[in-house]
Protein backbone atom coordinates (compact mmCIF):
# COMPACT_ATOMS: atom_id res chain seq x y z
CA UNK A 1 0.00 0.00 0.00
CA UNK A 2 1.15 3.28 -0.82
CA UNK A 3 2.21 5.80 1.93
CA UNK A 4 0.31 9.45 1.41
CA UNK A 5 1.45 11.27 -1.42
CA UNK A 6 2.62 13.89 0.36
CA UNK A 7 4.47 12.29 2.97
CA UNK A 8 7.26 11.69 0.05
CA UNK A 9 8.77 12.14 -3.45
CA UNK A 10 5.93 11.03 -6.43
CA UNK A 11 7.93 8.32 -8.47
CA UNK A 12 7.39 6.67 -11.83
CA UNK A 13 8.19 3.21 -12.16
CA UNK A 14 10.11 3.27 -15.71
CA UNK A 15 10.24 -0.43 -17.71
CA UNK A 16 11.20 -1.60 -20.87
CA UNK A 17 10.35 -4.55 -22.64
CA UNK A 18 9.93 -6.90 -26.25
CA UNK A 19 7.91 -10.36 -25.77
CA UNK A 20 8.28 -10.36 -22.35
CA UNK A 21 4.44 -11.65 -21.67
CA UNK A 22 5.55 -14.51 -19.79
CA UNK A 23 7.29 -11.88 -17.23
CA UNK A 24 5.97 -8.04 -17.12
CA UNK A 25 2.99 -9.02 -15.09
CA UNK A 26 5.17 -10.42 -12.43
CA UNK A 27 7.63 -7.16 -12.65
CA UNK A 28 4.33 -4.76 -12.48
CA UNK A 29 3.06 -5.95 -9.74
CA UNK A 30 6.47 -5.25 -7.65
CA UNK A 31 6.04 -1.66 -8.26
CA UNK A 32 2.30 -1.18 -7.78
CA UNK A 33 3.71 1.30 -5.48
CA UNK A 34 4.52 4.01 -8.01
CA UNK A 35 2.38 6.57 -8.81
CA UNK A 36 3.01 6.50 -11.82
CA UNK A 37 4.03 3.02 -14.33
CA UNK A 38 5.86 3.65 -17.84
CA UNK A 39 6.12 0.57 -19.77
CA UNK A 40 8.28 1.49 -23.44
CA UNK A 41 7.74 -1.99 -25.68
CA UNK A 42 10.06 -1.99 -28.67
CA UNK A 43 7.49 -4.21 -30.88
CA UNK A 44 6.61 -6.72 -28.98
CA UNK A 45 5.03 -9.77 -30.94
CA UNK A 46 3.15 -11.27 -27.68
CA UNK A 47 0.68 -9.56 -25.55
CA UNK A 48 3.69 -7.97 -23.64
CA UNK A 49 1.57 -4.36 -23.85
CA UNK A 50 -2.06 -5.52 -23.40
CA UNK A 51 -1.10 -7.15 -20.01
CA UNK A 52 0.75 -4.17 -19.08
CA UNK A 53 -2.05 -1.69 -20.50
CA UNK A 54 -4.30 -4.05 -18.34
CA UNK A 55 -2.37 -3.42 -14.90
CA UNK A 56 -2.79 0.34 -15.45
CA UNK A 57 0.29 1.12 -17.41
CA UNK A 58 1.15 3.52 -19.70
CA UNK A 59 2.45 1.72 -22.32
CA UNK A 60 4.39 3.81 -24.86
CA UNK A 61 5.78 1.87 -28.55
CA UNK A 62 8.70 3.16 -30.12
CA UNK A 63 11.09 1.70 -32.03
CA UNK A 64 14.41 -0.35 -30.30
CA UNK A 65 17.51 2.67 -30.28
CA UNK A 66 19.85 -0.06 -28.14
CA UNK A 67 19.71 -0.63 -24.36
CA UNK A 68 21.21 3.25 -23.58
CA UNK A 69 19.24 5.18 -25.71
CA UNK A 70 16.22 3.04 -25.14
CA UNK A 71 16.00 3.66 -21.27
CA UNK A 72 16.92 7.50 -21.53
CA UNK A 73 13.82 7.46 -24.05
CA UNK A 74 12.18 5.61 -21.60
CA UNK A 75 13.00 7.71 -18.35
CA UNK A 76 12.20 11.07 -20.45
CA UNK A 77 8.30 10.25 -20.98
CA UNK A 78 7.89 9.72 -16.92
CA UNK A 79 5.68 12.38 -15.45
CA UNK A 80 7.71 12.36 -12.21
CA UNK A 81 11.84 13.55 -11.75
CA UNK A 82 11.90 10.24 -9.26
CA UNK A 83 12.20 7.45 -11.37
CA UNK A 84 13.03 3.75 -10.60
CA UNK A 85 14.49 1.90 -13.33
CA UNK A 86 13.46 -1.83 -14.44
CA UNK A 87 14.04 -4.44 -17.26
CA UNK A 88 10.99 -6.58 -17.44
CA UNK A 89 12.72 -9.72 -15.98
CA UNK A 90 13.22 -7.88 -12.94
CA UNK A 91 11.41 -7.63 -9.68
CA UNK A 92 11.24 -5.04 -6.63
CA UNK A 93 11.71 -7.75 -3.41
CA UNK A 94 9.76 -6.62 0.06
CA UNK A 95 12.68 -5.80 1.47
CA UNK A 96 14.04 -3.05 -1.02
CA UNK A 97 10.48 -1.79 -1.74
CA UNK A 98 10.41 -0.48 1.98
CA UNK A 99 13.71 0.45 1.91
CA UNK A 100 13.39 2.90 -1.27
CA UNK A 101 9.61 4.15 0.17
CA UNK A 102 11.46 4.86 3.05
CA UNK A 103 14.50 6.97 1.25
CA UNK A 104 11.40 8.66 -1.12
CA UNK A 105 10.12 10.14 2.54
CA UNK A 106 13.20 12.51 2.72
CA UNK A 107 16.50 11.56 0.26
CA UNK A 108 19.68 11.69 1.90
CA UNK A 109 20.65 11.41 -1.44
CA UNK A 110 19.69 11.99 -5.20
CA UNK A 111 20.74 8.85 -6.47
CA UNK A 112 20.68 5.17 -4.94
CA UNK A 113 22.02 1.85 -5.73
CA UNK A 114 20.52 -1.66 -4.92
CA UNK A 115 21.97 -5.15 -5.36
CA UNK A 116 20.67 -7.10 -7.92
CA UNK A 117 20.06 -10.86 -7.12
CA UNK A 118 20.65 -13.25 -10.05
CA UNK A 119 18.88 -16.19 -11.22
CA UNK A 120 20.81 -18.59 -12.86
CA UNK A 121 20.15 -22.28 -14.06
CA UNK A 122 17.80 -22.37 -11.71
CA UNK A 123 19.82 -21.10 -8.29
CA UNK A 124 20.05 -17.83 -7.40
CA UNK A 125 23.97 -16.51 -7.27
CA UNK A 126 24.98 -15.25 -3.99
CA UNK A 127 28.67 -14.90 -4.62
CA UNK A 128 31.46 -13.85 -7.43
CA UNK A 129 29.67 -11.96 -9.98
CA UNK A 130 26.15 -12.87 -9.50
CA UNK A 131 26.00 -10.90 -5.95
CA UNK A 132 26.15 -8.10 -5.07
CA UNK A 133 25.83 -6.79 -8.76
CA UNK A 134 25.06 -3.37 -7.77
CA UNK A 135 23.43 -0.83 -10.08
CA UNK A 136 21.78 2.58 -9.73
CA UNK A 137 18.52 1.89 -10.44
CA UNK A 138 16.16 4.90 -8.17
CA UNK A 139 17.63 8.50 -9.01
CA UNK A 140 16.19 11.94 -9.56
CA UNK A 141 16.12 12.55 -13.45
CA UNK A 142 17.63 16.36 -13.05
CA UNK A 143 20.75 15.09 -11.79
CA UNK A 144 21.42 11.43 -13.34
CA UNK A 145 20.86 9.51 -16.53
CA UNK A 146 21.18 6.84 -18.62
CA UNK A 147 24.49 6.67 -20.91
CA UNK A 148 24.65 6.28 -24.50
CA UNK A 149 26.23 3.19 -24.26
CA UNK A 150 24.38 0.21 -26.89
CA UNK A 151 25.07 -2.64 -24.54
CA UNK A 152 26.17 -2.59 -20.64
CA UNK A 153 24.28 0.79 -20.25
CA UNK A 154 24.74 2.43 -16.62
CA UNK A 155 22.75 5.62 -14.98
CA UNK A 156 25.76 8.18 -14.99
CA UNK A 157 25.64 11.02 -12.35
CA UNK A 158 28.07 13.84 -10.25
CA UNK A 159 25.74 13.07 -7.37
CA UNK A 160 26.90 11.01 -4.05
CA UNK A 161 25.19 8.08 -4.10
CA UNK A 162 23.60 5.61 -1.42
CA UNK A 163 22.54 2.34 -1.45
CA UNK A 164 19.54 0.72 -0.48
CA UNK A 165 19.06 -2.45 1.63
CA UNK A 166 17.25 -5.00 -0.65
CA UNK A 167 17.57 -6.70 -3.14
CA UNK A 168 16.43 -6.16 -7.04
CA UNK A 169 15.41 -10.01 -8.26
CA UNK A 170 16.63 -10.52 -11.72
CA UNK A 171 14.92 -13.37 -12.56
CA UNK A 172 15.39 -14.12 -16.41
CA UNK A 173 13.64 -17.11 -17.69
CA UNK A 174 15.72 -17.73 -20.59
CA UNK A 175 17.59 -21.04 -21.02
CA UNK A 176 21.71 -21.69 -20.73
CA UNK A 177 20.93 -21.84 -24.97
CA UNK A 178 19.64 -18.25 -25.28
CA UNK A 179 21.85 -17.06 -22.89
CA UNK A 180 24.82 -17.77 -24.26
CA UNK A 181 23.20 -16.04 -27.64
CA UNK A 182 23.06 -13.07 -25.76
CA UNK A 183 26.23 -12.92 -24.51
CA UNK A 184 27.58 -13.37 -27.85
CA UNK A 185 25.32 -10.62 -28.99
CA UNK A 186 26.65 -8.09 -26.55
CA UNK A 187 30.22 -8.81 -26.87
CA UNK A 188 29.78 -8.29 -30.25
CA UNK A 189 28.21 -4.49 -29.60
CA UNK A 190 31.27 -4.03 -26.87
CA UNK A 191 33.90 -5.11 -29.79
CA UNK A 192 32.08 -2.22 -31.98
CA UNK A 193 32.00 0.19 -29.46
CA UNK A 194 35.51 -0.19 -28.55
CA UNK A 195 36.98 -0.22 -32.30
CA UNK A 196 34.99 3.46 -32.86
CA UNK A 197 36.59 4.88 -30.10
CA UNK A 198 40.06 3.34 -31.09
CA UNK A 199 40.96 0.76 -28.09
CA UNK A 200 43.40 -1.92 -29.55
CA UNK A 201 43.41 -5.15 -28.37
CA UNK A 202 46.51 -6.99 -27.65
CA UNK A 203 47.81 -11.04 -27.22
CA UNK A 204 48.39 -10.23 -23.38
CA UNK A 205 44.85 -9.03 -23.13
CA UNK A 206 43.52 -12.26 -24.74
CA UNK A 207 44.97 -13.86 -22.46
CA UNK A 208 45.48 -12.28 -19.49
CA UNK A 209 41.98 -10.48 -18.70
CA UNK A 210 40.08 -14.10 -18.84
CA UNK A 211 42.45 -15.08 -16.40
CA UNK A 212 42.33 -12.17 -13.68
CA UNK A 213 38.30 -12.20 -13.90
CA UNK A 214 38.08 -15.98 -13.25
CA UNK A 215 40.90 -15.57 -10.26
CA UNK A 216 38.54 -12.31 -8.87
CA UNK A 217 34.94 -13.64 -9.24
CA UNK A 218 35.08 -17.37 -8.35
CA UNK A 219 38.06 -17.29 -6.28
CA UNK A 220 38.94 -13.91 -4.13
CA UNK A 221 34.49 -13.02 -4.35
CA UNK A 222 33.99 -16.93 -3.45
CA UNK A 223 31.59 -17.83 -6.82
CA UNK A 224 32.44 -21.48 -6.03
CA UNK A 225 30.49 -21.45 -2.95
CA UNK A 226 27.49 -20.95 -5.69
CA UNK A 227 27.88 -24.68 -6.84
CA UNK A 228 27.99 -25.71 -10.61
CA UNK A 229 25.75 -22.87 -11.36
CA UNK A 230 28.54 -20.27 -9.71
CA UNK A 231 31.20 -22.11 -11.90
CA UNK A 232 29.18 -21.94 -14.91
CA UNK A 233 28.62 -17.84 -14.64
CA UNK A 234 32.05 -17.32 -13.64
CA UNK A 235 33.55 -19.42 -17.06
CA UNK A 236 30.66 -17.74 -19.23
CA UNK A 237 31.96 -13.95 -18.20
CA UNK A 238 35.70 -15.09 -18.73
CA UNK A 239 34.69 -16.24 -22.16
CA UNK A 240 33.08 -13.34 -22.82
CA UNK A 241 36.22 -11.30 -21.97
CA UNK A 242 38.46 -13.41 -24.29
CA UNK A 243 35.15 -13.00 -27.04
CA UNK A 244 35.16 -9.44 -26.88
CA UNK A 245 39.33 -8.87 -27.06
CA UNK A 246 39.15 -11.31 -29.63
CA UNK A 247 36.13 -9.95 -31.83
CA UNK A 248 37.62 -6.62 -31.57
CA UNK A 249 41.15 -7.89 -32.70
CA UNK A 250 39.31 -8.80 -36.21
CA UNK A 251 37.75 -5.75 -36.48
CA UNK A 252 41.34 -3.97 -36.63
CA UNK A 253 42.53 -6.27 -39.07
CA UNK A 254 39.53 -6.28 -40.91
CA UNK A 255 39.89 -2.17 -41.31
CA UNK A 256 43.63 -3.04 -42.23
CA UNK A 257 42.72 -5.19 -44.76
CA UNK A 258 39.97 -3.28 -46.24
CA UNK A 259 42.32 0.27 -46.41
CA UNK A 260 44.99 -1.49 -48.00
CA UNK A 261 42.98 -3.34 -50.84
CA UNK A 262 43.68 -1.62 -53.92
CA UNK A 263 41.30 1.46 -54.96
CA UNK A 264 39.45 0.96 -51.34
Not at 131 to 154: C, G, M, N, T
Amino acid sequence: MKPPESSRQRVSAVIIARNAATQIEACLASVDFADEVVVVDSGSMDRTPEIAEATGARVIRHRWLGYGPQKRFAVDQASNDWVVCLDADERVSPALRASLLEALVAPAYRAYEVARCNRFMGAWLRHGEGYPDRILRLFDRRVAQWSDDPVHEKVVTSERVGLLPGDLLHESAESLHGYLEKQNAYTTLQAQALYEKGTRASAAKLVLSPLVRFVKFYVLRGGFLDGIPGLVHVTIGCFNSFCKTAKLAALWREGKRTSSTPGA
